[in-house]
């Protein structure tokens, strides 16, 4: 599965953007756990979202709950990270990744890993 992500920019703090996250060629997500980690400079790479594709459940990192909200449309195969009352410290490059038939959660990490989208939020 090759992934790419896409609408990373430059916004204000307090504002909002919205990631997707699409398979390419005729690749779909069925059986595949979907999620999205960042890393900032210096910094590890760190989960942010995940969702189940065949029910949709969701999971967020604390740091993020109540302000993203990860969502997937089975029509579009395309999965969405939306970050709301963006921080300075959201600033990373965003990437998304699927792991079949686990959590994206999981050691060792996600089966699949996108190329990254760099958000960067100013103050």
């Known amino acids: 599965v090759q992934l790419q992500a896409f609408g990373g920019g430059l916004v204000q703090a307090g504002n909002s953007l919205t990631l997707s996250c699409t398979a390419s060629?005729?690749?779909?997500?069925?059986?595949?756990?979907m999620g999205w980690f960042r890393q900032a400079p210096g910094k590890e790479r760190e989960f942010v979202a995940r969702v189940w594709w065949r029910d949709g459940s969701t999971d967020y990192a604390e740091s993020v709950k109540e302000r993203f909200t990860i969502s997937r449309d089975t029509a579009k195969n395309t999965v969405y990270l939306r970050m709301n009352s963006l921080k300075p410290e959201d600033a990373a490059v965003y990437l998304c990744?699927?792991?079949?038939?686990?959590?994206?959660?999981?050691?060792?990490?996600?089966?699949?890993w996108g190329q990254g989208t760099q958000v960067t939020v100013s103050s």
């Open positions: 990744a699927a792991s079949y038939l686990r959590t994206t959660r999981a050691l060792p990490g996600p089966d699949y």
């Open positions: 060629g005729d690749a779909t997500f069925n059986g595949y756990d």
